[in-house]
């Protein structure tokens, strides 16, 4: 059976290392639920590349048996943008786009793939970009020195037992 790309469309896919496939044109990588641990295990996943943003927003069509593939976002570092990853909800098969394998590898991640789509994952994601774009928006509030010296306060008074008199007098000294 021929496999073809999700992103490409048209493209077939190639052998890659321990059963998976993989597009010449995007460098996307499928990878078959039965072989994830192997590929994790040998190590030998796409090499080393930045990941691609060209293919990362678009979803596909399964590899293996065309199902609507679902996708999963994952954040690997507050400067970083986001990655998508595809799952394929019949067979479980995972499409990397090029450099995706690397950066999940690079930060030890490729062991919870299944965690990716779970409802807690998502949850805890969507808590994590909140968050990012709230220190976003105060950095360009405050500008980033006054919010890391903020911060730095901040962190001092949480468990300080003093924390409303420390507040109180903030309060006082920055009205005059």
Same mark, same amino acid.
């Given at each position: 059976?021929?496999?073809?790309?999700?992103?490409?469309?048209?493209?077939?896919?190639?052998?890659?290392?321990?059963?998976?496939?993989?597009?010449?044109?995007?460098?996307?990588?499928?990878?078959?639920?039965?072989?994830?641990?192997?590929?994790?295990?040998?190590? /030998?996943g796409a090499a080393d590349e930045v990941p691609s943003?060209?293919?990362?927003?678009?979803?596909?069509?399964?590899?293996?048996?065309?199902?609507?593939?679902?996708?999963?976002?994952?954040?690997?570092?507050?400067?970083?943008?986001?990655?998508?990853?595809?799952?394929?909800?019949?067979?479980?098969?995972?499409?990397?786009?090029?450099?995706?394998?690397?950066?999940?590898?690079?930060?030890?991640?490729?062991e919870h793939l299944d965690e990716f789509w779970s409802?807690?994952?998502?949850?805890?994601?969507?808590?994590?970009?909140?968050?990012?774009?709230?220190? /976003?928006?105060?950095?360009?509030?405050?500008?980033?020195?006054?919010?890391?010296?903020?911060?730095?306060? /901040?962190?001092?008074?949480?468990?300080?037992?003093?924390?409303?008199?420390?507040?109180?007098?903030?309060?006082?000294?920055?009205?005059?």
């Amino acid at each position: 059976m021929i496999l073809q790309c999700p992103k490409c469309e048209r493209q077939d896919l190639v052998a890659a290392a321990h059963g998976a496939s993989q597009c010449p044109s995007c460098r996307g990588l499928f990878v078959p639920q039965s072989r994830v641990a192997e590929l994790i295990a040998a190590d /030998a996943g796409a090499a080393d590349e930045v990941p691609s943003r060209s293919h990362d927003e678009r979803g596909g069509q399964c590899p293996q048996d065309r199902s609507i593939m679902s996708r999963t976002t994952i954040m690997l570092a507050e400067e970083e943008p986001l990655l998508h990853l595809e799952r394929c909800s019949s067979c479980r098969g995972i499409w990397f786009d090029a450099g995706e394998w690397s950066a999940l590898a690079s930060r030890h991640m490729l062991e919870h793939l299944d965690e990716f789509w779970s409802a807690e994952w998502r949850r805890e994601e969507r808590r994590a970009e909140d968050r990012a774009a709230y220190e /976003a928006r105060m950095k360009k509030v405050f500008g980033p020195e006054l919010y890391y010296q903020l911060r730095s306060v /901040a962190a001092l008074l949480h468990t300080h037992p003093r924390r409303s008199q420390a507040l109180a007098f903030i309060r006082e000294e920055s009205g005059q």
